[in-house]
């Protein structure tokens, strides 16, 4: 099942769950290619009381359950991606980072703007 931008992000604050059906965290928000529109991220808002951070799960794949979003990646893997601040903010600097942790490609676009746009 495919899902639009503007559907996923009606699952905020819903669970996250890996490919085996483990929980991850909560869904925070959704970062999307600034030149298809298309949804890349997830990001997931992981740690203790306190100490909270964002970190990202990639959305190829994912599907939409009634309580949760599944994503394809295990959930050490997501748990170990690039972290922001929860009031932090994804740099252009580290978005070819993210993208390398998932082993996607990452193309800035045509002029070196950032690739990611959040949601």
Known sequence: MKFDVDDIRDWRDHDVVDSDGTKIRSLEAVYFDTATQEPVFASVRIGIVGRHRLTFAPLDGARVAPSHVRVMADKKLVKDAPAIDTDGELTAEAEPGLFEHY???????????RRLGRR
């Not at 082993?103 to 703007?113: F, I, N, Q």
């Open 103 to 113: 082993g996607l490609t990452y193309t800035p676009g045509a002029s070196g703007e």
